[in-house]
């Protein structure tokens, strides 16, 4: 650098002025890189005792996910992993997690836990990170089946699907027309939820006043969510319920009941974080909804990587783990593991959870 | 030479001097004629179609979908006029909001007029920042913009992180202000009127605001002129940073998280309700009743098109071809008034 | 974005800096371009005893004139980054970075091309990315519609040639100014995008020919498509720098109302480079769906931003008139390294944003400074200097 | 198309010791290591219309500069009105009563009239905001004063550049401009628009402002100046009174040397037509041109600014459309609209606008010049840098084109250079017909010569030359036939024996005359 600084002319100037700021900036993020990314160096052996875990989530900086990944390291520490690490992307696009899975690829890690935002986008990734024999946990949201070992799900899809159906019945009296906000169209989990419920509004005798009026996606986006439930209630008028089986579209929904005229006489249920649904719940805009603990998702997870890091199980129907303080899961059809029943939140029981 | 506007292009004698133009005739050569019969029409056959459109609850979310980007539209404009462009007001919005949720937290009891201060005053500084880059190290404003439009939102990641502050975490009377209205108007669309108002007769009526338009028009001449440019234009920068610092603000009123990545996308958005308003993209012509209409118009299409249960999916279309519709009226007045004077100016030689 | 009255006026020795006010409007990018930041080139040097009639040939070219001019900034920037990667970061320096890596920057890199281009003739194309959507939302459904693969890539392909043609015939032929329609064309083509698949994603796309667009070049880590792109950046450097038409380019860009007078046919060639930026924001939508073998109407949003960051770090100048193919290419890389050396090193994005913007910032400001210093040190030897 | 009267033209040259309203002496100016001015020294009476002449680089544009407060001069001496002045900005200048009217005014295109008349300094109405009616009243008693009937609310966009001077004049006028400085006013200007702004100019004199006047045109200066002073190099040299000197001896000091020759035509024997235009209507802009040009044959289109010359030959060379009519080059019809298909067919086109459309001004020398040869240069499509170099240095060197390096940039090389880099670049194409529009426009009078001599030379060698001139000295000492349009028709057809300065601007303002 000085040799070239010490050039006369315009151009060399400017181009030592541009190379050493490169440099700077580099040289920050490499001491970021030296304090707690020696665990990265040495991690890739892979052999015993020397494993490493990686939670690669739909996106970073969501409430939701935090819980989650909170439940993860947790279940990471006790599991034994020498190092675990979150990294992800600040966007939930469908191609955003593919170089981060290679980046985690390359740098050896044994495990990688990821919740897709596109089941089949990240596929070919993974494909290359377990040929070179990382082992893949799928949490939250589902990838394509042919791409992880294992998948951790909330519940059983069909459970939380029903619970949410019944909980809607109940508050608007078994009869008129509902609608749906969803996260992203895309999204697995929601998707196989939704479809759940189709089946059952159509196949169940006691949904038969029930109509399905329309499905909305607010794309796990605050502004947006708002905007599509504001837009329900005006393209429909009779409109008498609405099932947000997302976090960020319920509370977004419940902001916008709670500010108009519909408070109180539009249902509103689904699936959210109870901090976030507090002020709704006690100002009466939303009476009950329903989540599982998500910490408990990303706990086991952790817990299924290590037992897959290990040889212990492969994933095959039949195997079981133990998964720490929630004792022994057992993989079920279709490589899934499931965590829990959700819990039904109300005015009574809000108060004792923070999460 | 499609685009040569050269005052001295025409090759002209004096043109005839035209009697005082009607009040009528003024009117349809408004440059927000287009946009004001857009919005006019557009209501009106939604309305006629799905009642409910106009219903009290109907048009306060009309206002209120449009209140946000409204200000940000009006802030843009004065950028626009001056020959320049902010990208980063989506990134200013963001910090400034999340930046309210978080003093709403460590000071719960601090007033509310002086959290609206402290939100303007932070998009002041950050407006600032963006000014003072463009006019004294006299880069451009696309370039530098893009680039703090990447930090700032880094920016806003770092500091945030995956925290996110909740409506609940904030004072009800706060929330309210995005709920209540006066005589059906709700009270924050009442602080985008005012300002809107504010910034228009400055624009019209005030030297400074008139500097603007010069400014825009031929910034060399300004210069030579003696129009101080670069405080001018450093104005535009921090009202428009002000204003999105406003708009956060309010958008912590009405939404119900910030975050991360609250206003993340909203720059083209701002610019597109702009360039629909008639503000030239190039500076120089357009006011800022034009560009709020032009955000009421983006808002309301897309409440409309739900309303009307039209696919979703065209509704994006559709605002792409509203702003290529705007450009293009643009064009033809502008080729029509070229050709009128061309054939005045033929007839007079 | 280019105006017929737009011509820079710059240093005339025989009268000082001209500030003289240039008239009309010029449709540069919203930007100030002042009149300060044209006298920031150099005056020339004192007229009598210095200039000489034209005879000596003197001066550089071709490879000299590349490694010393000032596109060849970004590309020492670039040696020394990934030299500095390799030495810093653990596994930075393998083949596997090289094939991720390269993934990684492909859709940016191929877009660039022709977006270098397009900046340097005065424009600029913000519809690029949601071409590169609409190519990807199309070959969904059309493969999910059960036609054959290559009359789907055809059909893309043409379908980017068409969205390049409408951004072409609205501002090469009406006129308009390029930054509003493209805002407008980047809403129009997305939500065309979002017309023609909806909420869908389609992802059944023949595995032999997803897995070739991650394959590698045996066991070099390059993959494979990586030819492709490499022939299409080699077509667009011999286009730009050694055709009459990459000549008229850079005339045009500099002042549309010259290049009129040596016959370059202005519409025609902007219209011809809207076409090259449709027909590769198609490719780069083929290759993005193929890629992560998923077709969605939102597959490369905000891509846009992204490559004119690129391109503009790679010293192209947002006025037109200034840039190269190996500049552009040492940006989109110069980009893309750090993005990649971040994230194995588990450095959040975050920091990458924020370098980004700062580079770029940079990359604008730093001339300036660099020629502001040149100006004060001027300055002072002239002062110091007896008069004549 | 108001007509004034020439104002008083009996002034007193001998009108004892005027008020000094301005006096500069030995203002230096340098940027970086050159110096645009070395002894910059004027001194501006009431009540007289002051010359200021010398070649190009003499130093003039920087001392109009200093007046107006763009530069800040180094060291000298400034008075006002008497008393020693600083500016520090345009605004100073303004404050302290000088107003610049430059060769192309700066007006706001977007703006309207009025509102650039008073901008910045907008009359107040109620609450302290602009008043629309007031601005727009005194605007229209302006130019009711000054007898022009320009609408005060349309934007400036599109008005003719002697429109806006008048607005700029308007200005002055409302500052209660004491001292007014015209730089190269009447360069855009046809004839009538000249008288008017003269008239104007003499109006303002007569009422006691010291008017500095910057021209080439001799004629203008010696019919409208009362003293002329001569700048050499960025040296004060001489202030005259106009009746005690000639245009001779002007020039003697402005060039330091005698010019023998200044227009050597030499007679050449026309050969095949080369060009011929027939009919070629456009309207509104021209009508029926008919004429043709011949090898070894240098025709002027004369005639007044705005009587359609340049229009024609922009329609000819295919930069503009035109509606009916043909154009032949050696036989062959030429495309419409296709400034590719003129070129090929030999046509080159040296325009009047040197910067902004005869050169890119940003790109080296030798791009410049190769820029025509661009599609010839190439081999399979491939441009040799080589082979551009040698283009450019041939012709360079024919040209006698001082740069400091074919890769400088043109905007580095002098006006007159600029001009021989655009010559060279046609000339390059080895035309059959060269189209040259105010070939010698702003350029000192020592390369306008070489300029004329070269435009001989090449109708020697047989290349046809269409010539367009508003200096009708180089019109009648340089052209073999002249024709003269007016409002966009041929009015006149002179031959060289027949042309003389009466026959031509007959021709080109006859009807002019007598429609009013």
């Known amino acids: 650098m000085r040799s070239i600084h010490s050039g006369s002319t315009r151009r060399r100037a400017a181009f030592a002025a541009l190379a050493t700021s490169a440099a700077l900036v580099l040289s920050a993020c490499g001491g970021g890189a030296a304090t707690e990314g020696g665990g990265g160096t040495e991690g890739g052996s892979g052999s015993d005792g020397e494993q490493t875990i990686t939670f690669i989530p739909k996106q970073l900086n969501n409430p939701y996910t935090d819980v989650v990944l909170g439940g993860g390291e947790d279940g990471a520490t006790e599991a034994g992993f020498v190092s675990s690490e979150v990294v992800g992307p600040l966007d939930a696009s469908a191609s955003s997690q593919v170089s981060f899975i290679n980046a985690e690829t390359q740098r050896g890690t044994n495990v990688i836990v990821i919740a897709a935002n596109d089941p089949d986008a990240v596929g070919p990734a993974l494909e290359e990170a377990r040929t070179a024999g990382a082992k893949i946990v799928a949490f939250d949201s589902d990838t394509n089946p042919d791409y992880r070992d294992l998948f951790v799900s909330q519940v059983n899809a069909k459970d939380v699907a029903l619970i949410q159906l019944e909980l809607i019945s109940e508050q608007i009296g078994g009869e008129g027309e509902i609608a749906i906000l969803s996260a992203t169209a895309n999204a697995t989990n929601q998707n196989e939820w939704i479809k759940f419920m189709e089946e059952e509004l159509a196949a169940n005798p006691d949904y038969a006043n029930i109509e399905l009026v329309a499905k909305v996606y607010g794309d796990d986006d605050d502004t947006k969510s708002f905007q599509e439930a504001q837009g329900l209630l005006q393209a429909y008028p009779d409109l008498k319920g609405i099932i947000s089986p997302t976090t960020v579209g319920i509370a977004a929904t419940a902001r916008y009941l709670s500010t108009s005229e519909y408070k109180g006489k539009v249902a509103l249920t689904g699936l959210g974080l109870p901090n976030e649904m507090r002020p709704f719940v006690k100002d009466g805009t939303v009476s009950e909804f329903a989540l599982w603990d998500p910490a408990q998702l990303g706990y086991v997870a952790a817990f299924a990587g290590k037992a897959l890091a290990d040889g212990s199980i492969t994933g095959e129907v039949g195997d079981s783990f133990e998964a720490g303080e929630l004792g022994e899961r057992e993989v079920g059809e279709g490589g899934i593991v499931l965590v829990g029943p959700p819990t039904v939140f109300n005015a009574e029981n809000i108060d004792d959870y923070d999460f | ?349 | 974005m280019s105006d017929p009255s737009r011509s820079r006026t710059a240093v005339d020795p025989e009268q000082g800096p001209t500030e003289k006010p240039v008239r009309g409007k010029r449709m540069a990018a919203p930007g100030t371009r002042t009149s300060e930041e044209k006298s920031t080139r150099r005056p020339a040097a004192g007229k009598a005893d210095t200039t000489k009639v034209l005879a000596v040939p003197k001066g550089r070219t071709g490879a000299a004139r590349v490694l010393l001019g000032r596109d060849a900034i970004m590309i020492y920037v670039l040696v020394v980054v990934v030299l500095y990667a390799s030495i810093a970061i653990p596994r930075f320096a393998s083949p596997v970075t090289v094939g991720f890596l390269l993934l990684d920057v492909i859709p940016t890199l191929l877009i660039a091309l022709p977006m270098t281009l397009v900046i340097i003739s005065g424009e600029i194309d913000l519809s690029v990315a949601s071409i590169a959507g609409l190519t990807s939302a199309l070959m969904g459904v059309l493969w999910q519609g059960g036609m054959p693969i290559a009359l789907v890539l055809v059909i893309c392909v043409l379908a980017g040639l068409v969205a390049g043609a409408f951004n072409g015939v609205l501002i090469a032929y009406l006129g308009l100014p390029s930054l509003a329609v493209t805002i407008g064309t980047l809403a129009l083509f997305r939500g065309l995008a979002l017309v023609v698949i909806g909420d869908n994603a389609v992802a059944n796309f023949p595995p032999g020919l997803t897995s070739f667009f991650t394959s590698k070049i045996g066991g070099t880590g390059i993959p494979t498509v990586m030819i492709g792109v490499v022939v299409l950046i080699i077509a667009f450097a011999v286009v730009l720098h050694f055709t009459p038409f990459g000549r008229g380019l850079f005339a045009l860009g500099y002042s549309r109302e010259a290049a009129t007078f040596v016959g370059i046919d202005v519409a025609r060639s902007k219209f011809v480079l809207y076409l090259a930026t449709g027909t590769v924001s198609a490719l780069a939508g083929i290759y993005w769906t193929l890629r992560y073998s998923s077709a969605r109407s939102d597959n490369a949003s905000g891509l846009e931003l992204a490559v004119i960051a690129a391109v503009l770090l790679g010293g192209v100048s947002i006025f037109g008139g200034k840039g190269s193919i190996p500049g552009v290419l040492a940006g989109v890389l110069l980009i893309g390294t750090i993005n990649y050396a971040l994230k194995l090193d588990r450095v959040s994005e975050v920091v990458l944003i924020i370098v980004t913007g700062s580079l770029l910032i940079l990359s604008v400001v730093a001339p300036n400074i660099a020629a502001a210093v040149q100006r004060a040190r001027h300055a002072r030897q002239v002062r110091a200097a007896p008069l004549p | 198309m108001t007509h004034f009267d020439g104002g008083s033209e009996a002034t007193d040259p001998t009108a004892p010791e005027r008020a000094s309203v301005l006096s500069l002496r030995g203002a230096l100016k340098t940027f970086g290591p050159v110096v645009a001015l070395a002894d910059g020294t004027i001194d501006l009476a009431a009540g007289e219309i002051h010359a200021l002449v010398g070649e190009n680089g003499a130093g003039k544009s920087t001392l109009v500069k200093i007046l107006a407060g763009v530069h800040q001069p180094d060291a000298g001496e400034f008075l006002v009105a008497g008393r020693a002045v600083s500016f520090r900005n345009v605004a100073d200048s303004k404050a302290a009563g000088i107003s610049v009217i430059y060769q192309e005014p700066t007006l706001f295109p977007d703006l309207t009239v009025a509102e650039n008349i008073f901008i910045g300094r907008q009359p107040k109405g109620r609450f302290g905001l602009i008043s629309r009616l007031e601005m727009r009243r005194r605007a229209k008693e302006l130019f009711d004063q000054l007898g022009v009937p320009i609408d005060p609310d349309r934007v400036a966009e599109g008005l003719s550049i002697a429109d806006q001077q008048i607005i700029e004049i308007a200005k002055a006028i409302s500052l209660d401009a004491r001292v007014l400085v015209m730089d190269e006013p009447t360069a855009a200007l046809s004839g009538v628009e000249v008288e008017r702004l003269f008239a104007v100019a003499r109006r303002l004199r007569d009422a006691g402002s010291g008017i500095l006047f910057i021209s080439h045109r001799f004629d203008e200066v010696f019919g409208l100046c009362d003293r002329i002073t001569v700048m050499r190099d960025g040296t004060y040299i001489a202030t005259h009174e106009t009746d005690a000197t000639s245009v001779e001896a002007i020039v003697r000091e402005m060039v330091g040397r005698d010019i023998d020759a200044l227009f050597p035509k030499t007679e050449t024997q026309a050969g095949e037509v080369v060009l011929r235009v027939r009919g070629l209507t456009r309207p509104g802009v021209f009508h029926d041109i008919d004429f043709e040009v011949r090898a070894g044959e240098i025709v002027a289109l004369s005639g007044l600014v705005g009587a359609g010359r340049t229009e024609v030959a922009r329609a000819v060379f295919g930069i503009d459309r035109y509606e009916s009519g043909t154009v032949e080059m050696s036989g062959r019809p030429l495309r419409h609209r296709d400034p590719r298909a003129a070129i090929d067919a030999g046509i080159g086109f040296v325009p009047e606008d040197r910067r902004k459309q005869g050169l890119v001004m940003d790109l080296s020398v030798e791009r410049n010049t190769a820029l025509t040869l661009r599609h010839s240069l190439a081999r399979f499509g491939v441009i040799s840098a080589r082979a551009e170099r040698a283009a450019a240095e041939t012709w360079g060197r024919r040209l006698q084109v001082k740069a400091g390096s074919p890769e400088h940039a043109v905007s580095t090389l002098s006006g007159g250079n600029q001009q021989k880099v655009v010559l060279a670049k046609w000339l390059a194409t080895d035309p059959k017909l060269l189209i040259v529009d105010e070939p010698t426009r702003g350029i000192d009078v020592g390369t306008k010569a070489e300029v004329h001599r070269l435009l001989s030379e090449l109708a020697g060698r047989g290349i046809a030359i269409l010539m367009i001139s508003s200096e009708l000295p180089e019109v009648l000492g340089m052209a073999d036939r002249v024709l003269v349009m007016r409002e966009g028709r041929i009015t006149g057809h002179l031959d060289r024996s027949e042309a003389t300065a009466e026959t031509v601007m007959h021709a080109a303002t006859a009807s002019l005359e007598s429609s009013r």
């Open chain 2, 1 to 349: 030479m499609s685009l040569d506007r050269t005052v001295g292009a025409a090759p002209a004698h004096p043109t005839p001097g035209h009697s005082r133009p009607s009040a009528l005739a003024s009117f349809l050569r408004l440059r927000e004629l287009p946009v004001i019969l857009a919005l006019v029409i557009l209501v009106a056959v939604t309305a006629a179609l799905n009642p409910l459109f106009l219903s009290e609850q109907g048009i306060k979310d009309l206002l209120l979908n449009a209140t946000i980007l409204m200000i940000l539209a009006v802030g843009q404009t004065l950028v626009i006029i001056t020959r320049n462009i902010d990208l980063s007001v989506g990134s200013i919005l963001g910090l400034v909001a999340f930046g309210t949720g978080s003093i709403f937290v460590a000071a719960p009891n601090l007033p509310i007029i002086a959290v609206f201060v402290l939100g303007m005053l932070f998009g002041a500084v950050l407006g600032a920042l963006n000014g003072l880059l463009i006019t004294i190290a006299k880069v451009p404003a696309l370039v530098i913009t893009l680039g703090t439009l990447y930090i700032f939102r880094g920016i806003n990641n770092a500091w945030a992180g995956g925290t996110q502050y909740f409506a609940g975490d904030r004072p009800e009377a706060f929330g309210n202000l995005s709920v209540d209205t006066i005589l059906g108007f709700p009270v924050i669309t009442l602080i985008a009127v005012v300002v809107v108002a504010i910034v228009a007769v400055y624009m019209l009526g005030t030297r400074p605001g008139r500097d603007l338009y010069a400014i825009g028009s031929d910034p060399d001449a300004a210069r030579l002129f003696g129009i101080p440019v670069t405080r001018r234009v450093l104005l535009a920068f921090v009202v428009n940073g002000l204003l999105a610092g406003l708009a956060g603000v309010l958008y912590a009123s009405r939404f119900n998280s910030v975050g991360a990545t609250t206003g993340s996308g909203l720059e083209l958005d701002v610019v597109a309700a702009a360039v629909v308003g008639g503000v030239a993209i190039f500076g120089g012509s357009g006011t800022v009743v034009g560009a709020t209409i032009g955000a009421l118009l983006l808002t309301t299409i897309t409440s409309a098109l739900t309303a009307l249960r039209v696919d979703k999916f065209w509704q994006q279309a559709i605002v792409g071809i509203l702003i290529l519709a705007a450009v293009v009226i643009d064009r033809i007045a502008s080729v029509r008034s070229a050709r009128k004077l061309r054939i005045a100016e033929a007839r007079n030689v």
